[in-house]
T-cell receptor, first 115, second 112 residues
């Protein structure tokens, strides 16, 4: 089945630093790609998504571009804030029998931003 | 706007006890999921249901059973809890498997 690999953390940055969290995928066909964020003590919530090659998802200053040629969907932000401290998960859709799909997640990358 | 509601939020079980985690969504979603989250392991899929009336095993189904009671509800049952099942459990739902998933707040389960 489809799978994702994302960079292991933790990642520690100073406020206003540039952020990149790498995510690569293995898939048949063209899955939808997602980044989710989990703040302490909460469930996951969608940060951004892309559904086809060359699509750029963006939200709250975060961006990721669906790169078919490199099978990647790296998360970037130009200037992080303390409030961005969270765990970030890359995910993709994985086809299953019967024509449906399920969501598969990477292991997560913990980001800590210091003032 | 309730979204995805999980109960209970916290639970302590003794080894060998059974329990059911409840999950309900009010968004008319077709797909529902149960994940467990352990340190360093990310989110691992236990079971999922692509539509009402169907359930399938995920990555780590051993020791668990599920029921898709109707379109809204998807429960997870531990028949005989083991310490290895100590984890945080998340229920999620999505319209389909390639659309945004909405998560519950999680259930922190400790098996002693």
């Amino acid at each position: 089945g489809n799978s994702v690999t994302q960079m292991e953390g933790p990642v520690t940055l100073s406020e206003e630093a540039f952020l990149t969290i790498n995510c690569t995928y293995t898939a048949t066909g063209y899955p939808s790609l997602f980044w989710y964020v989990q703040y302490p003590g909460e469930g996951l919530q969608l940060l951004l998504k892309a559904t086809k090659a060359d699509d750029k998802g963006s939200n709250k200053g975060f961006e990721a571009t669906y790169r078919k040629e490199t099978t990647s969907f790296h998360l970037e932000k130009g200037s992080v804030q303390v409030s961005d401290s969270a765990v970030y998960f890359c995910a993709l859709s994985d086809p299953v029998e019967g024509g449906s799909e399920k969501l598969v997640f990477g292991k997560g990358t913990k980001l800590t931003v210091n003032p | 706007n309730a979204g995805v509601t999980q109960t209970p939020k916290f639970q302590v079980l003794k080894t060998g006890q059974s329990m059911t985690l409840q999950c309900a969504q009010d968004m008319n979603h077709n797909s529902m999921y149960w994940y467990r989250q352990d340190p360093g392991m990310g989110l691992r899929l236990i079971y999922y249901s692509a539509s009402e009336g169907t359930t399938d095993k995920g990555e780590v189904p051993n020791g668990y059973n599920v029921s898709r009671l109707n379109k809204r509800e998807f429960s997870l049952r531990l028949e005989s809890a083991a310490p290895s099942q100590t984890s945080v459990y998340f229920c999620a739902s999505s319209l389909t498997g390639n659309t945004e998933a909405f998560f519950g707040q999680g259930t922190r389960l400790t098996v002693v």
